[in-house]
């Protein structure tokens, strides 16, 4: 593959670019936040759904219930108990980062 790729840059323009002369902080930032913005937000939403399950798994796992079995009250006040023992840490963690 042959490339040519004609750049009419003068000496002046590079010493510039290399002086921070020609530097946009306001647009990196920009351009930064488009980028890893929309990918953060998808990593938290994988993360709030993995614990979730998570959570959800272990608190019918350990509630005392057979599966099949209808939950009693002592059940349901059981998994609400291990539901929040799981998330409390994450749910913490969320709190503290918005701080």
């Not at 510039?16 to 020609?22: G, H, I, R, V």
């Not at 998808?42 to 759904?49: F, G, I, L």
């Not at 059940?75 to 108990?81: D, I, M, Q, T, V």
Request: aromatic share 10%.
């Amino acid at each position: 593959m042959n490339l040519f790729a004609d750049l009419d840059f003068t000496l002046g323009d590079i010493r510039k670019a290399y002086d921070y002369e020609k530097w946009d902080g306001t647009a990196v930032q920009q351009g930064i936040g488009d980028v890893t913005g929309p990918t953060l937000e998808a990593q938290h939403e994988e993360e709030r759904k993995r614990v979730s399950e998570e959570a959800v798994r272990y608190a019918f796992a350990n509630c005392g219930a057979k599966e099949g079995e209808e939950l009693n009250e002592e059940h349901l006040k059981r998994l609400e108990s291990l539901l929040y023992e799981k998330l409390e840490p994450w749910i913490l963690h969320q709190r503290r980062t918005r701080d």
